[in-house]
Protein backbone atom coordinates (compact mmCIF):
# COMPACT_ATOMS: atom_id res chain seq x y z
CA UNK A 1 0.00 0.00 0.00
CA UNK A 2 1.61 3.43 -1.14
CA UNK A 3 1.66 6.69 1.36
CA UNK A 4 -1.24 7.98 -0.14
CA UNK A 5 -3.56 4.87 0.50
CA UNK A 6 -1.79 4.69 4.10
CA UNK A 7 -3.04 8.20 4.71
CA UNK A 8 -5.88 7.58 4.05
CA UNK A 9 -6.53 4.01 5.79
CA UNK A 10 -5.26 6.01 8.91
CA UNK A 11 -7.60 8.25 8.84
CA UNK A 12 -10.45 5.87 8.00
CA UNK A 13 -9.80 3.79 11.24
CA UNK A 14 -9.15 6.55 13.01
CA UNK A 15 -12.38 7.51 12.55
CA UNK A 16 -13.97 4.01 12.55
CA UNK A 17 -12.83 4.16 16.18
CA UNK A 18 -13.73 7.22 17.32
CA UNK A 19 -17.51 6.66 16.20
CA UNK A 20 -17.32 3.65 17.91
CA UNK A 21 -16.58 4.90 20.90
CA UNK A 22 -13.07 2.81 21.07
CA UNK A 23 -11.47 6.40 21.70
CA UNK A 24 -12.74 9.74 22.62
CA UNK A 25 -11.66 13.41 22.52
CA UNK A 26 -8.28 13.67 21.43
CA UNK A 27 -6.84 10.75 23.53
CA UNK A 28 -4.98 7.55 21.09
CA UNK A 29 -2.60 7.96 17.76
CA UNK A 30 -2.16 5.61 15.11
CA UNK A 31 0.90 5.10 13.14
CA UNK A 32 2.49 3.63 10.40
CA UNK A 33 5.97 2.47 9.48
CA UNK A 34 7.20 3.22 5.78
CA UNK A 35 8.85 0.82 3.32
CA UNK A 36 11.74 3.39 3.22
CA UNK A 37 12.18 2.95 7.18
CA UNK A 38 10.07 6.51 7.82
CA UNK A 39 6.45 6.62 9.73
CA UNK A 40 3.44 8.58 9.25
CA UNK A 41 2.10 9.13 12.96
CA UNK A 42 -1.40 11.00 14.22
CA UNK A 43 -0.56 14.68 15.56
CA UNK A 44 -0.40 15.15 19.01
CA UNK A 45 -3.53 16.31 20.35
CA UNK A 46 -5.48 15.55 17.43
CA UNK A 47 -8.68 13.88 17.22
CA UNK A 48 -9.38 10.68 15.70
CA UNK A 49 -12.66 11.46 14.76
CA UNK A 50 -11.72 14.34 12.54
CA UNK A 51 -8.55 13.31 10.95
CA UNK A 52 -6.80 15.71 7.65
CA UNK A 53 -4.34 12.66 5.79
CA UNK A 54 -2.58 15.56 4.69
CA UNK A 55 -1.46 16.89 7.79
CA UNK A 56 -0.54 13.83 9.49
CA UNK A 57 2.94 13.73 11.04
CA UNK A 58 5.77 12.35 8.30
CA UNK A 59 9.03 11.51 10.28
CA UNK A 60 12.04 10.16 8.68
CA UNK A 61 13.84 6.66 10.31
CA UNK A 62 15.19 8.57 12.63
CA UNK A 63 11.85 9.92 13.87
CA UNK A 64 13.04 13.72 12.71
CA UNK A 65 10.05 15.11 10.93
CA UNK A 66 9.77 16.34 7.60
CA UNK A 67 6.16 17.54 7.14
CA UNK A 68 2.84 17.61 8.42
CA UNK A 69 1.29 18.86 12.01
CA UNK A 70 3.86 18.19 15.06
CA UNK A 71 4.21 14.34 15.83
CA UNK A 72 2.52 12.79 18.52
CA UNK A 73 5.06 12.01 21.56
CA UNK A 74 4.40 8.52 21.56
CA UNK A 75 6.38 7.61 18.57
CA UNK A 76 9.03 7.38 20.70
CA UNK A 77 7.27 4.19 22.03
CA UNK A 78 5.51 3.35 18.74
CA UNK A 79 9.12 2.91 16.83
CA UNK A 80 10.45 0.47 19.53
CA UNK A 81 7.48 -1.72 19.55
CA UNK A 82 8.31 -2.20 15.84
CA UNK A 83 11.97 -2.44 16.22
CA UNK A 84 11.34 -5.50 19.08
CA UNK A 85 8.54 -6.72 16.94
CA UNK A 86 10.81 -7.19 14.17
CA UNK A 87 13.06 -9.48 15.97
CA UNK A 88 9.71 -12.14 16.97
CA UNK A 89 9.90 -13.90 13.71
CA UNK A 90 5.65 -14.07 13.71
CA UNK A 91 5.52 -9.79 14.57
CA UNK A 92 8.13 -8.91 11.90
CA UNK A 93 5.57 -8.16 9.50
CA UNK A 94 4.40 -5.80 12.02
CA UNK A 95 3.43 -2.77 9.95
CA UNK A 96 1.26 -0.78 12.50
CA UNK A 97 0.82 0.44 15.95
CA UNK A 98 -2.70 2.00 17.63
CA UNK A 99 -2.27 2.85 21.02
CA UNK A 100 -6.26 4.14 22.68
CA UNK A 101 -7.04 4.94 25.98
CA UNK A 102 -10.19 1.85 25.73
CA UNK A 103 -12.39 2.55 29.13
CA UNK A 104 -12.67 -1.39 29.92
CA UNK A 105 -9.28 -1.95 29.47
CA UNK A 106 -8.21 0.84 31.55
CA UNK A 107 -11.00 -0.15 34.21
CA UNK A 108 -9.18 -2.85 34.88
CA UNK A 109 -6.08 -1.61 35.58
CA UNK A 110 -7.25 0.00 38.11
CA UNK A 111 -7.48 -2.95 40.34
CA UNK A 112 -4.24 -3.47 42.18
CA UNK A 113 -5.18 -6.52 42.62
CA UNK A 114 -4.75 -7.92 39.47
CA UNK A 115 -1.98 -9.79 37.49
CA UNK A 116 1.03 -9.31 35.44
CA UNK A 117 -1.53 -9.76 32.58
CA UNK A 118 -4.60 -8.02 31.88
CA UNK A 119 -7.02 -10.62 31.00
CA UNK A 120 -7.15 -14.48 31.64
CA UNK A 121 -7.95 -17.00 28.40
CA UNK A 122 -11.64 -16.98 28.69
CA UNK A 123 -12.52 -16.97 24.92
CA UNK A 124 -11.09 -18.42 21.80
CA UNK A 125 -10.74 -15.71 19.41
CA UNK A 126 -9.06 -13.75 22.84
CA UNK A 127 -6.73 -16.65 22.52
CA UNK A 128 -6.59 -16.63 19.01
CA UNK A 129 -6.49 -13.41 17.55
CA UNK A 130 -4.84 -11.10 20.27
CA UNK A 131 -2.99 -13.54 22.81
CA UNK A 132 -0.91 -12.94 26.06
CA UNK A 133 -1.51 -8.91 27.24
CA UNK A 134 0.90 -8.06 29.49
CA UNK A 135 0.00 -5.17 32.03
CA UNK A 136 3.43 -2.79 32.15
CA UNK A 137 3.88 -0.43 35.32
CA UNK A 138 2.59 3.37 35.43
CA UNK A 139 5.11 5.60 34.01
CA UNK A 140 3.91 9.23 33.22
CA UNK A 141 2.37 10.01 29.17
CA UNK A 142 5.56 9.90 26.88
CA UNK A 143 8.12 8.15 29.21
CA UNK A 144 11.45 6.38 28.09
CA UNK A 145 10.81 3.81 30.98
CA UNK A 146 7.54 2.85 29.53
CA UNK A 147 8.88 1.98 26.24
CA UNK A 148 11.98 0.32 27.52
CA UNK A 149 9.12 -2.16 29.50
CA UNK A 150 7.46 -2.66 26.54
CA UNK A 151 10.08 -3.67 24.45
CA UNK A 152 11.28 -6.07 27.34
CA UNK A 153 8.01 -7.46 27.32
CA UNK A 154 7.60 -8.36 23.28
CA UNK A 155 11.31 -9.90 23.91
CA UNK A 156 10.43 -11.88 27.01
CA UNK A 157 7.13 -13.04 25.40
CA UNK A 158 9.16 -13.94 21.88
CA UNK A 159 11.97 -15.71 23.69
CA UNK A 160 9.17 -17.94 25.18
CA UNK A 161 7.38 -18.59 21.64
CA UNK A 162 4.39 -16.72 22.68
CA UNK A 163 4.92 -13.58 20.57
CA UNK A 164 2.11 -10.55 21.49
CA UNK A 165 0.34 -8.25 19.96
CA UNK A 166 -0.57 -5.99 22.44
CA UNK A 167 1.06 -4.52 26.08
CA UNK A 168 -1.39 -2.46 28.39
CA UNK A 169 -0.21 0.54 30.03
CA UNK A 170 -1.73 0.69 33.45
CA UNK A 171 -3.99 4.00 33.98
CA UNK A 172 -3.26 5.14 29.86
CA UNK A 173 -4.44 2.23 27.57
CA UNK A 174 -3.34 -0.78 25.50
CA UNK A 175 -0.96 -0.45 22.67
CA UNK A 176 -1.72 -2.99 19.62
CA UNK A 177 0.41 -3.97 16.59
CA UNK A 178 -0.48 -5.96 13.66
CA UNK A 179 0.34 -5.89 9.62
CA UNK A 180 -1.50 -3.32 8.83
CA UNK A 181 -4.26 -0.32 10.73
CA UNK A 182 -7.49 -2.55 9.55
CA UNK A 183 -5.64 -5.64 11.42
CA UNK A 184 -4.44 -3.25 14.11
CA UNK A 185 -8.25 -2.03 14.32
CA UNK A 186 -9.16 -5.91 14.68
CA UNK A 187 -6.61 -6.50 17.24
CA UNK A 188 -7.54 -4.00 19.23
CA UNK A 189 -11.70 -4.48 18.67
CA UNK A 190 -11.28 -8.15 20.47
CA UNK A 191 -9.12 -7.15 23.13
CA UNK A 192 -11.65 -4.09 24.55
CA UNK A 193 -14.42 -6.38 23.84
CA UNK A 194 -13.11 -9.27 25.56
CA UNK A 195 -12.10 -6.67 28.46
CA UNK A 196 -15.59 -5.47 28.85
CA UNK A 197 -17.15 -9.30 28.98
CA UNK A 198 -14.49 -9.63 31.94
CA UNK A 199 -15.78 -6.40 33.62
CA UNK A 200 -19.29 -7.68 33.12
CA UNK A 201 -19.24 -11.02 33.92
CA UNK A 202 -17.47 -10.56 37.38
CA UNK A 203 -19.04 -11.16 40.38
CA UNK A 204 -17.43 -10.19 43.83
CA UNK A 205 -19.28 -12.41 45.99
CA UNK A 206 -18.99 -15.79 43.48
CA UNK A 207 -15.97 -15.09 41.89
CA UNK A 208 -14.35 -14.60 37.99
CA UNK A 209 -15.50 -16.79 35.40
CA UNK A 210 -13.28 -19.87 34.55
CA UNK A 211 -10.81 -19.85 31.75
CA UNK A 212 -10.42 -21.73 28.89
CA UNK A 213 -8.62 -25.12 30.20
CA UNK A 214 -5.29 -26.12 28.84
CA UNK A 215 -6.65 -29.02 26.83
CA UNK A 216 -8.99 -26.69 25.19
CA UNK A 217 -6.08 -23.48 24.52
CA UNK A 218 -3.74 -26.81 23.40
CA UNK A 219 -6.61 -27.54 20.50
CA UNK A 220 -6.25 -23.86 19.21
CA UNK A 221 -2.79 -24.10 19.49
CA UNK A 222 -3.37 -26.84 16.90
CA UNK A 223 -5.82 -26.15 14.93
CA UNK A 224 -5.60 -22.46 14.36
CA UNK A 225 -1.96 -21.89 15.62
CA UNK A 226 -2.70 -19.83 18.05
CA UNK A 227 0.26 -18.44 20.04
CA UNK A 228 -0.66 -19.17 23.99
Known amino acids: MNENLLREEIVRVGRSLFERGYVHATAGNISVRLADG ?9 SLGNLDPARLARLDASMQQLEGDRAS ?6 SRIYAAASRVAATAGTGCVIH ?11 DANEGDELLPPITPYFVMKVGHVPR ?20 RYGERGTPI ?11 VWHDS ?11 EETARLWWMSRDRAQGA ?13 RQFGAHW
Open 38 to 46: GYLITPTDA
Open 100 to 110: THSTHCVALTL
Open 73 to 78: KTIALH
Open 209 to 221: PAPLSEDRIDELR
Open 136 to 155: IPYHRPGAPEAAEAVARAIA
Open 165 to 175: RAVMLERLGPN
Open 181 to 191: PAAAMAVLEEL
